[in-house]
């Protein structure tokens, strides 16, 4: 099983500032087969990012995926208030799938 | 629109089942692969399991905690997932999520396992 650790657990950051989220894995996501997730408090999870550089339907530009391998990083170039949220990486390359245990990007 | 309603949670005591339902609708779902996900209260997704299309096969694969107790299949007549659940344990219990793999979620179902 590939096992996926995000960090940092939590990250504070003032609206309009850069937000770095990464996730490693264990071993080798297979074929960049790797998405993120932003949930916010009540609501189910929404995707973002999928093969670790697409963007998903009306995701806006400034949510970017990078990495191959075993190193992942979403950026959010300019954080907006909407952005502040729990964030999960998921790994769909090998059976069984997994996710992170996800990231808080909260305001400082 | 996509859209995914699940149904059948509720409170069930230890070593009982339940069986939830996922209603699709707003895309092809005989062509999606499927997949559960769950969240205990306060914690963060787990992948419970995910069954392909029939075209591909149409088996499903299952994270280890509920391997040989939890099923999932498809009725694509009825446009329509299950997750079948036995022998539950309390340790089973959160909201459970349906999604059509990479896209969309619905609103998730919660279930308790508790005597």
């Known amino acids: 099983e590939i096992v996926l650790t995000q960090s940092p657990g939590t990250l504070s950051l003032s609206p309009g500032e850069r937000a770095t989220l990464s996730c490693r894995a264990s071993?080798?996501?297979?074929?960049?087969?790797l998405a993120w997730y932003q949930q916010k408090p009540g609501q189910a999870p929404r995707l973002l990012i999928y093969?670790?550089?697409s963007r998903a339907t009306g995701i806006p530009d400034r949510f970017s995926g990078s990495g191959s391998g075993t190193d992942f990083t979403l950026t959010i170039s300019r954080l907006e208030p909407e952005d502040f949220a729990v964030y999960y990486c998921?790994?769909?390359?090998?059976?069984?799938?997994?996710f992170g245990q996800g990231t808080k990007v909260e305001i400082k | 629109e996509v859209q995914l309603v699940e149904s059948g949670g509720g409170l069930v005591k230890p070593g009982g089942s339940l069986r939830l339902s996922c209603a699709a609708s707003?895309?092809?779902?005989?062509?999606?692969?499927m997949t559960w996900v769950r969240q205990a209260p306060g914690k963060g997704l787990e992948w419970v399991g995910r069954?392909?299309?029939?075209?591909?096969?149409?088996?499903?694969e299952y994270a280890a905690p509920v391997k040989g107790r939890f099923t999932i299949s498809r009725d694509d007549a009825k446009n329509t997932l299950y997750l079948e659940m036995d022998s539950l344990k309390t340790e089973d219990t959160a909201v459970y999520y349906c999604?059509?793999?990479?896209?969309?979620w619905g609103q998730g179902t919660l279930v308790t396992v508790s005597s």
């Open positions: 999604t059509s793999t990479l896209c969309c």
């Open positions: 707003g895309f092809t779902f005989s062509n999606a692969w």
């Open positions: 069954i392909k299309t029939k075209t591909d096969g149409g088996t499903a």
């Open positions: 071993q080798s996501v297979s074929s960049r087969y």
């Open positions: 093969d670790a550089s």
């Open positions: 998921q790994q769909y390359g090998s059976s069984p799938w997994t």
